[in-house]
């Protein structure tokens, strides 16, 4: 792998075959910030990505005014306009991008929404813009940048996502070096330009959130995982790959404490957390969740936390524990005593519908399963819970609702209690009657 130095823009001359998508900067402020560019994205990275959401982005104020970010179509002045052609499939990326936030800001307990250009109908608006072609066929798209920026889409109060008539695969300008924590912070002050060419990377979903991700700041060299050039180095975050800026230890990807793939900062105290942790390092610096580019509010579980946690029994002080710290499909839930062991350590997902996946630590591709074989019951009644491989069925659906008293039920889509009954019997999963062994305290 090897760097050229253009002027104050980077160029990654060859990607990984791990890389997922490139982009952003390292430098610090002021310095004009620069530009990493992958040349390509490897297929095997694309059949990794987990599959797009789709919540499409909500009205806010009069669609115009304050920070937001703007959505371009940009072609060459000898090539075919093809925004109609291609309108169908920018909506399906731009509710991507925001579902994107919207996922993983409700797992960590509080909603994030993109602030969109948008009309008085609501919909994000997507504007026809027309450069020189010799600007279209720069190789490395910094001329074609500059062209749109000389068009007049260079204001400070927008970030702009630009699809290009042109084969780059993702670059991202404008994210700032700067460290503090607040409205101050120069990532909310500058603009940038989240650039996916349409003959490149546009075919992977997720390339534009990456791009949109740099340009607001994401990821500084001091953050934890962070690689040397603007990158992470965990399994599962859409800022992560192996852009050669791994630090030895470990020397290589590690994989992801949160299930899944597809999240914005997988490790939850490296970019973006709306509720981070008190003394960790977002506590300190740059927190994109906190962009002036983004809705704030609602959603998610107040004060629920979602990675590692233990489900303690109220009635009893048992935890819910994988048999025998087993992986295999079919294996049941029990109710053990707490011995600090991963077999009864769970994540938390929300699904943008209310509901939660579980998933055990031990089996990331796995999910808390309310079984439906009625052969298969322990009590000749009720259903009982057991791990299985994620399908997304309802039956791997839960609601946690608070029980106001610092505990909460969990709740299965036919509308049956987690139960904790008897130490090492399977959890059941039955009527809900508000008794003690149907309420959990959740904790880390």
């Known amino acids: 792998m090897r760097l050229l130095k253009r002027t104050s823009q980077w160029t990654l001359a060859a990607a990984t075959l791990a890389a997922l998508i490139a982009a952003g900067t390292a430098q610090a402020a002021p310095a004009r910030p620069g530009v990493i560019a992958d040349e390509k994205l490897p297929a095997p990275a694309v059949r990794l990505l987990s599959a797009p959401t789709n919540t499409p982005p909500r009205c806010d104020g009069d669609g115009q005014s304050g920070k937001r970010v703007q959505l371009l179509y940009v072609r060459g002045d000898r090539q075919a306009d093809r925004l109609e052609q291609l309108r169908p499939t920018f909506v399906e990326h731009v509710n991507n991008i925001n579902g994107r936030f919207v996922q993983t800001s409700e797992a960590m307990g509080e909603r994030r929404e993109v602030r969109f250009v948008h009309d008085?109908?609501?919909?994000?608006?997507i504007t026809r813009v027309v450069i020189p072609q010799s600007a279209m066929d720069d190789p490395d798209a910094g001329k074609a940048r500059d062209a749109v920026e000389a068009a007049g889409y260079g204001r400070a109060d927008r970030k702009y996502?630009?699809?290009?008539?042109?084969?780059?695969c993702g670059l991202g300008w404008g994210g700032r070096g700067d460290q503090r924590t607040g409205d101050a912070n120069e990532n909310n002050w500058y603009s940038g330009w989240a650039m996916v060419g349409l003959n490149g990377c546009f075919g992977n979903p997720d390339a534009d959130v990456h791009e949109l991700l740099h340009t607001m700041g994401a990821v500084h060299?001091?953050?934890?995982?962070?690689?040397?050039?603007?990158?992470?180095?965990?399994?599962?975050?859409?800022?992560?790959y192996d852009d050669g800026g791994i630090p030895n230890p470990p020397g290589r990807m590690i994989?992801?404490?949160?299930p899944g793939e597809g999240w914005i900062d997988?490790?939850?105290?490296?970019y973006f957390n709306p509720r981070p942790r008190a003394g960790g390092y977002l506590s300190s610096h740059w927190n994109i969740a906190d962009s002036l580019f983004l809705i704030r509010g609602g959603g998610g579980s107040p004060g629920l936390p979602t990675s590692r946690v233990n489900f303690t029994n109220a009635a009893n002080g048992y935890v819910a524990d994988v048999d025998y710290a087993q992986t295999a499909d079919g294996t049941k839930v029990k109710l053990?005593?707490?011995h600090g062991h991963d077999a009864s350590r769970w994540n938390l997902a929300a699904l943008g519908d209310g509901t939660y996946?579980?998933?055990?630590?031990?089996?990331s591709g796995s999910a808390l399963d309310a079984n439906t074989d009625r052969s298969r019951v322990v009590d000749g009644t009720s259903y009982f819970a057991q791990i299985w491989g994620y399908?997304?069925?309802a039956n791997q659906k839960w609601r946690i609702t608070s029980n106001g008293d610092g505990t909460y039920k969990i709740v299965a889509f036919d509308g049956g209690c987690l139960t904790g009954e008897n130490p090492g019997s399977a959890l059941g999963v039955w009527a809900c009657t508000g008794a003690a062994n149907q309420k959990w305290r959740i904790a880390q």
Do not use: K, Q
């Open 357 to 363: 996946r579980i998933t055990p630590v031990l089996a």
């Open 336 to 338: 053990e005593g707490e």
């Open 255 to 258: 994989n992801c404490p949160n």
């Open 391 to 393: 399908g997304g069925g």
């Open 266 to 270: 997988c490790n939850h105290d490296s």
């Open 161 to 168: 996502v630009v699809w290009t008539e042109n084969t780059v």
């Open 120 to 125: 008085s109908s609501c919909a994000p608006t």
């Open 221 to 240: 060299r001091d953050a934890p995982y962070a690689t040397t050039n603007g990158h992470c180095f965990i399994y599962g975050d859409l800022m992560c």
